[in-house]
């Protein structure tokens, strides 16, 4: 198993910047590719962004492409998501996700019933 846990999360007014971290321990991390979700208020979990094992494929949702970039360290167990020009709409708890399986189409991690493992969430609020 392994052990996620997000942090960075904040209030940030409109066109702000953050930075916010997925924290692992466990099993080999190197071993998961992790997504990033996102739950706003009564709504559904969506797909954010996603990285593969080594960091060298990642995929976003096209509502953040441009303003999000996934990266991750494995040395550190850990994985970021830089959001740069926020918008109130991205206001939601962002959760970081991890899973062995292998997918040859990526369409798949963009699913959240793909993951394995789930943190506790951070909460985003960009106020407007």
């Known amino acids: 198993q392994v052990q996620l846990v997000e942090s960075g999360g904040g209030l940030v007014p409109a066109g702000g910047s953050l930075r916010l971290s997925c924290a692992a321990s466990g099993r080999t991390f190197s071993n998961y590719a992790v997504g990033w979700f996102r739950q706003g208020p009564g709504k559904e979990r969506d797909f954010v962004a996603c990285?593969?094992?080594?960091?060298?494929?990642?995929y976003s949702a096209d509502s953040v492409k441009g303003r999000f970039t996934i990266t991750r360290d494995n040395a550190k167990n850990t994985v970021y998501l830089q959001m740069n020009s926020l918008k109130p709409e991205d206001t939601a708890v962002y959760y970081c996700?991890?899973?062995?399986?292998?997918?040859?189409?990526?369409?798949?991690?963009?699913?959240?019933?793909?993951?394995?493992?789930w943190g506790e969430g951070t909460q985003v609020t960009v106020s407007s």
């Open positions: 996700a991890a899973v062995t399986t292998y997918y040859r189409d990526s369409y798949y991690y963009t699913r959240s019933d793909k993951y394995d493992y």
């Open positions: 990285i593969s094992w080594s960091g060298g494929n990642t």
